[in-house]
């Protein structure tokens, strides 16, 4: 199954990231993807090095620990050309601007 977690770094789990993140933990969770085993890393790079706070405020330092934020083309190995900007704005819940 396609998936962007080897970036080098430790896996630490969806458990790690729901603290801060909870809409859209609470979101994913519910997802066909966490019944299929698609996990934030999955999508965003095994977060061992990037899930402290220092880190994660500043973006340019979370990318170098391996925060990845996936593109359509990750989305297409799966779903295709049924990709498109309405289904990745879908993705997860966010949390309001
Ligand atoms: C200690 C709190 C904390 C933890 C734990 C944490 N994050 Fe974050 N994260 C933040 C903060 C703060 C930001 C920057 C502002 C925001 O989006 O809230 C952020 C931003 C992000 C972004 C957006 C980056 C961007 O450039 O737009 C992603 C994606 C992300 N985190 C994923 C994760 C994942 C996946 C995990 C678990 C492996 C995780 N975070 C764990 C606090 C945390
Ligand atoms: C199927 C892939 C996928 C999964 C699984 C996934 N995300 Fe995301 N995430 C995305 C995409 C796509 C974006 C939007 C990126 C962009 O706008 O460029 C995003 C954006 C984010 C952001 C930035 C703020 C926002 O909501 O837009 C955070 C924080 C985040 N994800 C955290 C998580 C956490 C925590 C998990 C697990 C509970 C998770 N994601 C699971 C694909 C995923
Ligand atoms: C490993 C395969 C896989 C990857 C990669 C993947 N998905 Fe999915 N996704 C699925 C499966 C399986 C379902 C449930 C069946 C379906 O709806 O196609 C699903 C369902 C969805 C749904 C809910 C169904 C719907 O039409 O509303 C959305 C939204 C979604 N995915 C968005 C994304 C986005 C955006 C990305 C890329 C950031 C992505 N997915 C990457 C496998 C994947």
Known sequence: MPSLAANGHGAV???ACKMCHRTQHDSWSASAHA???LDCE???GNGA???AMSIMKNP???KAAGLVLPTLDFCRK???A???AALFAR???HKAK
């Open 78 to 80: 799966c779903h295709g």
């Open 82 to 84: 049924k990709a498109d």
């Open 42 to 44: 999955a999508c965003h």
């Open 49 to 51: 090095d990037y899930k």
């Open 91 to 93: 993705v997860h819940a």
């Open 60 to 62: 340019a330092a979370a």
């Open 13 to 15: 789990g969806a458990g």
């Open 35 to 37: 019944k299929k085993g």
